[in-house]
């Protein structure tokens, strides 16, 4: 709920998915600019679901959260932006702008659709 609540400040339309196997379903039949998704998930990680997007679809942004991920620590993130817990406003809204426009000067604005 925080993170929907901060996406929505930044003027991001959330849809919420519960697990990862409902993220897969609800982004097989709708466009995202971006996910953003806790590394621990009930069934399914964050790390795995980013993996199973990257084949569906490769151009989209995947941003991780995680308080402690002992898989994050030994394994890494495969390259994807972690956001560790507790972050702030700002924190998130860099991260989404870098995933989202890596080519864009910074301060430039950033899109406004996110999934979480």
Request: proline content about 6%; glycine content about 10%; cysteine-free.
């Amino acid at each position: 709920e925080f993170a929907e609540i901060l996406l929505g400040e930044l003027g991001h339309e959330v849809i919420r998915a519960r697990s990862g196997r409902r993220a897969l379903e609800i982004a097989g039949r709708e466009a995202f600019d971006a996910v953003f998704s806790d590394v621990v998930m009930p069934g399914m990680s964050g790390l795995e679901l980013a993996e199973a997007l990257s084949k569906s679809h490769p151009d989209l942004p995947v941003i991780l959260t995680t308080g402690f991920s002992d898989r994050i620590v030994t394994s890494g993130s495969g390259g994807l932006p972690v956001i560790y817990k507790p972050y702030r406003l700002e924190t998130l809204a860099e991260a989404l702008h870098k995933a989202m426009r890596p080519d864009a000067e910074p301060g430039s604005s950033v899109e406004r659709r996110a999934e979480g």
